[in-house]
């Protein structure tokens, strides 16, 4: 192999994109939609399926504000509205913002650093089939009337088993854990791509910001998801065999799950968050056409949140009754975490600053993230403050910061992602106007829900009522709140409205049409299966604003295996991890039924568990062997 | 307005001066981002010349940067910092009792507080009185889940963990009612788990203090025997004590001076004749899932055993 980038070398062929297309086209019928491991397919899925939940999630805000919007309302009942706070948080944490995040990586990173797919493209479709059953799961509780209604944070020794006798939370812990599992095979999947699978020349510092942010929180999903796993998995044996590791009357301590949970439950926030930053930083490179000022600061930025991240679940608990001096700790490592925060801030603000940008529906959705988040940090900070916290803490005040924060920081660019990433995945052209009416509505119906929110708390509105008196005075801001999870609404149901447009009129978008730097640009919209024919090469963080030529070319015999397959394999390239030199041709699994398999019954193992059916249980673990040993059987020579 | 930034006891206060430090600086940080922000955005669509951009991103991102991102946050961190460990020391929380206090004992129930008077020795619930101008020290634990004492116009709050005790020192700088709820989800009636804090003037709490430490009156009214008769030998006294009239238990609420109280279910009803009857034959129509079952009296018990119960002041 050779190094980088030797140019001049003109090969006699030019890639047989007819031998490429069918390399990497689906299997025929229903098995073969369903056995479709491309990372195109598998990033697609999980977008969609994430925002299916997000309308669900959405749809129970509704009617808790419909609920709280005047004193003692009748609308839902306690148990109905316990239900829906629970499912609402635990839907848009687990079900909607990691994954969709996710599925944006799976599709883009790829395309990104000019890879031909996942590393591991059976083990990515398990990662879906994996999340797509946790979630249809944790949601069948409604079909038995058994919906989970102990708050996303499950606190003991209200969820143990002398106070949550019924199905409720098994179905939350089982189906919540098998989520994760799949974030944990998804991080693995973008870890292993971005440190094998770069196109030559893109070394780690020329890597886009986006995948930076999709490589920091897959690590920070590493380390944070499995303690809760661990930490679902002990209380579940509380609950099934009577464990104590939670129970106080047996030595247990019902602190240790909250210190398991939130730390889990703070990084996740920022594994939320920054992949938003990276979003925000793209819509501005794209619409200033303009490397973002300070980039190697807002990377080395980007690594210290996630870093820092670690160090902040203690002020869950302020609370709690832990000792004073070591939750002081706790508030310095929060107020640090805003130094990077405000890099990133004034890195996205100097890119900005000379003007000459397109306003582009992204770097609008962007630009609502900065004004609704900074509000969110602010009050961030004055949360960490111990004494402070203990005034609003679990009250409607945080409810109105972590909205700041999830949505401003979350949501807003989640939609500059679509906004931006659609065009690219589905090859429509989306309505420029319906993008700015959605933003606009969604932006002050936002603003008029939450942040009456931060008044409820200081007129002492606690977290999680159903309902409240009507002499506490309450009820008008509340109205207010509701009318504004309306317009809300309505903004989002522009943005289907909008999707729905495109998809009637399938107007071609082009294959670039915001003048983006990045290589997904670099292919046709929608990408075909194989993303690239050729190799690009990469000599800047912004590759397609370069004016060299484009494609990279060893004038080695192993490229033409790549371009010219004289088979039908599917075929990537392995990179060095640091400076991304060509090391080795690799061979790409491309249709596969067992990953559908493993994880429907691992399914079917969790649902015996659920019911206290061994036998279930037994077959379903037995049939999760067999389909590993038919995943792993090695296969005709492709 | 009765919350957190009207204080009226010397916690809250010191806790509402760090919140007016944190708005005025957190509001001039926001004016500032957003002002900075807005520059670019007006500018907008104006083209520089070729190159221009690049140089005058480059000039300015610096300066930006490195004093918006990071000179200037530190600062003002430094200066939280500070603020909130000063007061953090200043406010009493968790600690132990210096001696002097007057102790009570907080101990949460799904869904109602249990108070006890250890120096005085008897129990009440839902409404903690406490002398007005003087610290108060409350020792907290919980008997089910976790729960949150929580009065915004005197302190902050502190959680009620089962094994694992708490304490706050609360003080109220002059006579009157303090209304607060539990802060934490405890389950079905989190929302209708009410606390009062009632402060008084020192003698006119000592005389409150003598009067609940009595056991209750012997009744010598006909009528009133008979509804005392009905309450002891009804499944009432499984749960609900009254001191001089049945055995001790400590399931439910102490009774022994119910009539004194202000309201029924920890704030979910006020203390009335009429509203007194709903909750005795159906207790779980205006507070769901609370541990008290219905009952099936006729008219004329009910009757009689709501002359009972009001009888006991």
Known sequence: MSEVPPQGVVRDETPDQDMLTRSWARHPGVLGWLGQCNHKAVGKRFVVTAFVFFLIGGILALLMRVQLGVPEAGFLGPEAYNAAFTMHGSIMMFLFAVPILEGLAIYFVPLMVGARDMPMPRLNAFGYWAYLFGGLFLLSSALVGAVPDRGWFAYVPLTGPEFSPGDNMDFWLLGVTFVEISGIVAAIEIIVLIARFRAPGMSLSRMPIFAWTALVTSLMILFAFPPLVAGSVMLELDRKIGTAFYDPALGGNPLLWQHVFWYFGHPEVYIQLLPGVGIVATAIETATKRSLVGRTLAIASIVAIGILSFGLWVHHMFAAGLPTLGMSFFTAASFMITVPTGVLIFSFIATLWPGGFRWTPALLWSMGFVVIFVLGGITGVMVASVPFNWQIHDTFFVVGHFHYVLIGGVVFPIFAALHHWLPKLTGWAFSRSLAVWSFWLTFIGFNVTFFPHHQLGFMGMPRRVYTYPEQFGWGPLNLLSTVGAFVTALGVLLFVVSVAMAAVRREPAGDDPWGGGTLEWATTSPPPGYNFATIPAVRSATPLWDTADPSYRSGEPWQDEYENPDELVRVGLATTGLDAIPEQVVVLPGHSLWPLLLALFIAVALFGLLIDSGLIMVLGVLACVASGIGWLWPGRKP | ?313
């Open chain 2, 1 to 313: 307005m009765t919350g957190l930034l009207d204080p009226q006891g010397p916690a809250a206060e010191r806790i509402a001066g760090l919140w007016w430090l944190m708005f005025w600086l957190g509001l001039a940080v926001y004016v500032v981002v957003l002002a900075l922000l807005v520059v670019p955005l007006l500018r907008g669509r104006r083209r520089a010349a070729a190159g221009e951009g690049e140089e005058i991103a480059a000039r300015t991102g610096n300066l930006l940067i490195w004093g918006g991102g990071v000179v200037v946050p530190v600062i003002i961190l430094m200066v939280l910092v500070v603020a909130s460990g000063t007061v953090g020391a200043q406010v009493p929380w968790n600690r132990d009792n210096p001696g002097n206090q007057l102790t009570i004992d907080v101990t949460g129930h799904m869904f109602w507080w249990q108070v006890h008077y250890p120096q005085a020795g008897f129990e009440t619930a839902n409404e903690i009185v406490i002398p007005a101008g003087e610290p108060v020290h409350l020792r907290m634990t919980s008997v089910d889940v976790i729960h949150s004492f929580w009065v915004p116009q005197l302190h902050g709050k502190i959680d009620l963990t089962p094994g694992h005790g708490t304490t706050i020192t609360i003080e109220a700088n002059r006579p009157g009612v303090y209304r607060g709820q539990c802060a934490e989800f405890c389950g079905l009636s989190h929302a209708w788990m009410l606390i009062t804090v009632d402060a008084r003037e020192r003698e006119d709490f000592d005389q409150w203090l003598a009067e609940q430490a009595e056991p209750a009156a012997e009744l010598t009214d006909g009528v009133l025997r008979e509804g005392q008769q009905l309450f002891t030998s009804s499944s009432c006294v499984y749960c609900h004590t009254v001191r001089g009239h049945t055995a001790e238990s400590h399931v439910g609420p102490d009774l022994t001076h119910f009539a004194s109280r202000r309201t029924i279910g920890a704030g979910a009803l006020p203390n009335t004749r009429g509203h007194l009857a709903g909750w005795i034959v159906d207790p779980q129509a205006s507070k769901p899932g609370n541990r008290m079952p219905g009952t099936d009296l006729d008219g004329a018990e009910l009757q009689l055993l709501l002359d009972y119960l009001e009888s006991l002041r």
